[in-house]
């Protein structure tokens, strides 16, 4: 048995989430998949992991739904499979609908037709992005994930939102400090591309003017170009991975929060008061309390 992880999603209307829901988790559990779904009125969006020959039928089966047919379905590497056959980069199995399959908490704000979110940034394929970049010298890389995330990995130059979560774009984008890049071209990127999808959608409706979203995400750049291209750094996952590689020889660019020196392990902040995630080195994260400023608050 060969362990793999699909990442996916699909925007479309949904008139019954919770009928989605029942049928997504008894396929999912007859294979043996683990892993986590999001169902809404606006689409799913996926995470699941187990042997490859059972993701197959999954994506077979779920392929015959049509709203999901065209679903962009990105494959990696897991860890390994148990005694059981079962995927060690997830626990259980999540099967739930929620009000939004990401959660920037605007669901009022977001359209979705049949062949995805209206009114979106325009999708850049990888190659499409470097000659964007090529051909023009104010494009602006807009990382549209959690900081903690492009602490280990972003493209050279990029804007880094400081937000702790998702939720927090709202906030950001309202509160003016980007004002400045309204009338230059505003590249959103993240994971596998669904927070895109809305930040990009969320940077247009409050007048930003050129906006793109790479198509794909980080996962499909990583696919074309490796570290050969304008990404340095690790890639954070949502899984038991924590983080990938995009190939060979990386520049490791993540810094330990607590000793400075070059790591690219997130780990939980180790003191019971603080509950960040940050980029903490093997060492450091196995000492018994956490690294603190002068002041005495926690480092992270």
């Known amino acids: 048995m060969h362990a793999k992880i699909l990442l996916y999603y699909v925007f479309t209307p949904l008139p019954d989430p919770e009928a989605v829901r029942l049928w997504q988790r008894d396929l999912a559990e007859s294979l043996g998949l683990r892993g986590r779904l999001l169902i809404s009125q606006h689409g799913l969006n996926g995470t699941l992991g187990g042997d490859m020959a059972a993701l ?19 494959w ?13 980069d997830f626990p259980r199995l999540s099967v739930k609908v929620r009000d939004e399959i990401v959660s920037f908490g605007a669901p009022d704000e977001l359209a ?16 499409e992005l ?16 959690n900081a903690f995330e492009a602490e280990v990995g972003r493209f ?56 793109y979203q790479l198509d794909g995400g980080i996962v499909r750049y990583g696919e074309k170009f490796g570290n050969g291209g304008l990404w340095e750094g690790s890639l954070y996952v949502f899984d038991g991975r924590e983080t990938v590689t995009l190939g060979d020889d990386i520049d490791v660019i993540g810094r330990c929060a607590s000793c400075g020196e070059p790591s690219e392990r997130i780990a939980n902040c180790v003191d019971e008061s603080c509950r960040a995630r940050t980029v903490l080195c093997e060492g450091c994260g196995d000492r018994a309390a956490c690294a603190r400023h002068a002041d005495g608050t926690a480092l992270v």
């Open 156 to 211: 050279k130059g990029a804007i880094v939102p400081d937000v702790a979560t998702t939720q927090d774009f709202i906030g950001e984008l309202d509160s003016g400090r980007y004002d400045h890049l309204k009338d230059k071209p505003v590249v959103t990127y993240c994971t596998g591309g669904i927070r895109c999808e809305v930040l990009s959608s969320l940077m247009v409706s409050r007048g930003f003017g050129e906006v």
């Open 56 to 74: 197959k039928r999954y994506v077979r089966k779920t392929k015959e739904y049509a709203p999901f047919r065209d679903i962009d379905f990105k």
């Open 112 to 127: 979705v037709a049949a062949d995805g979110v209206v009114g979106g940034g325009t999708h850049l394929a990888p190659d």
């Open 130 to 145: 470097h000659r964007l970049v090529a051909d023009r010298d104010d494009v602006v890389f807009f990382d549209g994930r």
């Open 76 to 88: 990696s590497e897991g860890t390994g499979l148990d005694d059981a056959g079962l995927s060690l």
